[in-house]
């Protein structure tokens, strides 16, 4: 799963050569805006089946590979 977001990351976000990490930090270090992180809830939602509310979704929740890992697996059944 992780690998998956990460590609998915690097491919819709990175317009550089930016090394993407799985603690490097997305929206607060500014690779995901809010408006990317919607496209990017919507992404995680549609790939694993699962509806994550949006008092969920929160930037902190979304600013690292490895919170967003921890983050949908709340909602895999």
Same mark, same amino acid.
């Given at each position: @799963? #992780?690998?998956? *977001?990460? %590609?998915? &990351?690097?491919? %819709?976000?990175?317009?550089?050569?930016? %090394? *993407?990490?799985?603690?490097?930090?997305? *929206?607060?270090?500014?690779?995901?805006?809010?408006?990317? @992180? &919607?496209?990017?809830?919507?992404?995680? %939602?549609?790939?694993?089946? *699962?509806?994550?509310?949006?008092?969920?979704?929160?930037?902190?929740?979304?600013?690292?590979?490895?919170?967003? &890992? #921890?983050? &949908?697996?709340?909602?895999?059944?």
């Amino acid at each position: @799963m #992780k690998a998956i *977001i990460r %590609e998915y &990351v690097v491919k %819709e976000y990175v317009e550089d050569d930016t %090394e *993407i990490g799985y603690d490097t930090p997305l *929206i607060s270090g500014g690779i995901v805006d809010s408006f990317s @992180m &919607v496209s990017l809830k919507r992404f995680l %939602e549609n790939k694993y089946k *699962i509806s994550i509310p949006d008092d969920k979704a929160t930037p902190e929740a979304f600013d690292t590979v490895n919170k967003i &890992v #921890k983050l &949908v697996n709340e909602f895999i059944k």
